[in-house]
């Protein structure tokens, strides 16, 4: 292929981890790229808050733009990558004024496309733009050319997975040196794996964002971040993960969205997944995305989610496809197009469930316990009775049967009553798919 002369010209907000990151692969893989992508592509101007920081990366040639918002009317920028961060403010602002400048924007802002992506896509595809975000979810594994090109022809009936490489690390730190949640915690955030504010990760709000994103991708729906219910990974002890490993299992914060008769669910919660399962061999900060197809059947995806080279990789593809002159609607669909799904209640949903109670080490807790259970119609697979816990309880962990969530949850609240139980109840599902 000969190489065009004709530069694409980007400019960069942010020149933190990522866009630093993409800085220097530009540089690095110039040659490279400019082949691959049929035309050079530059970075004539950058943005960020503080000029005199030295971002180990050379910025020679770039012009320095204080507002990032500028960058959206320069004349010497035909693509605008985002790389800020947040819901809203610069990042959104900026966002809007690109497209609304007739140029196309390339962002790793799960947050902000969570939030505003149903108005931005609509925005670019009025004017013909592409909008692209590779990089949003998954970092550099490429799931979202994977579901919306590779599994295009495909029905997909469920897309589920780990997409915050924080919470795979402390879970995969607490399992490998048995220490708990806070000390991992502590240390990662010590190493700069983990944010000072830790809390979008750990609760399971940044896995929402992605898999809200995922969803509309796979099941041609709009956007519903609002409908993602989260759950984090803070309860989580190591005696939960030793005993999850005992039945079998490893404990990894899961993405989950699955369209049942027409409805929508969407849920990020811990959950005990087979040994075997590939999900539960992804280990440390990587991330796996699973798709479900009807004719393509299971797909998995796997590789690193988040850090300055693979997340720069895949903004660089959304480059290289903008520089091809690819442009198609940011959503797969034509927003008008994009069902609104009514989202599906959890109540419904059938699952095993792994249960643990602190209670009280005395004759008839037990009986009293598991009639509670039963009272509830939920049946037990199995069941343990662990060592003393610190305030002279015995821990109790219960495999259910299949039983229906919303029977669970209704004899969970009837134990916790109990005077027997000490704390609340921990409930966690089981991945059997
Ligand atoms: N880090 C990852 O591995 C990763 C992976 C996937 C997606 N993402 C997403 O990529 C985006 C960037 O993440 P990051 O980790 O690179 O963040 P970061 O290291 O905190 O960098 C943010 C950059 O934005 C700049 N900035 C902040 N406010 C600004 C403003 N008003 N105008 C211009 N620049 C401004 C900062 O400037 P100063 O440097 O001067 O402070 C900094 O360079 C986020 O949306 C994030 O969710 C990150």
Known sequence: MTVATTALKIGIAGLGNVGGGVVKLLAQNADLIARRAGRPIIVSAVSARDRSRDRGVALDGMAWVDDAAELAKRSDVDVVVELIGGSDGPALTLARRTLSAG??????????????????????????????YEAAVAGGIPV??????????????????????????????????????AAVLADAQAQGFAEADP??????????????????????????????????????????????????????????????????????????????????????SLNAVVVEGDFVGRLFFQGRGAGAGPTASAVVADLIDIARGDVRPPLVMPVADLAALPRAPAA????????????????????????????????????????????????????????????????????????????PPVMMHILDF
């Open 348 to 423: 419904d949903r059938r699952g095993r469930y792994y249960l643990r109670l602190t209670v009280a080490d005395r004759a008839g807790v037990l009986a009293e316990l598991t009639a509670s259970l039963r009272d509830c119609g939920v049946s037990i697979e199995s069941l343990v009775q662990r060592g003393t816990a610190a305030n002279g309880g015995a821990m109790l962990v219960m495999v259910t049967h299949e039983a229906r969530e919303a029977d669970v949850l209704a004899s969970l609240a009837h134990m916790a009553a109990s005077p027997a139980v000490a704390g």
């Open 199 to 284: 809390s979008f990760d750990i609760d399971g709000v940044d896995t929402a964002h992605k898999l809200s994103i995922l969803a509309a991708l796979a099941f041609g729906a709009r956007i519903d971040f609002a409908g993602v219910a989260a759950h984090g990974i803070r309860a989580i002890e190591p005696a939960d993960i030793e005993q999850a490993a005992a039945l079998g299992f490893r404990i990894k914060l899961v993405g989950l969205a699955e369209v049942q008769d027409g409805q929508l669910f969407q849920r990020v919660h811990p959950a005990l997944v087979p040994l075997d399962h590939p999900v539960a061999t992804t280990m440390g």
């Open 103 to 132: 140029k196309p924007l390339v962002t790793a802002n799960k947050a902000m496309l969570a939030h505003h992506g149903m108005e931005l896509a609509q925005i670019a595809e009025n004017a013909g733009l592409p909008l692209k």
């Open 144 to 181: 979202i050319k994977g579901i919306a090109e590779g599994a295009a022809a495909n029905r997909i009936t469920r897309v589920y997975g780990l997409m915050n490489g924080t919470c795979n690390y402390i879970l995969s730190r607490m399992e490998a040196e048995g220490l708990g949640f």
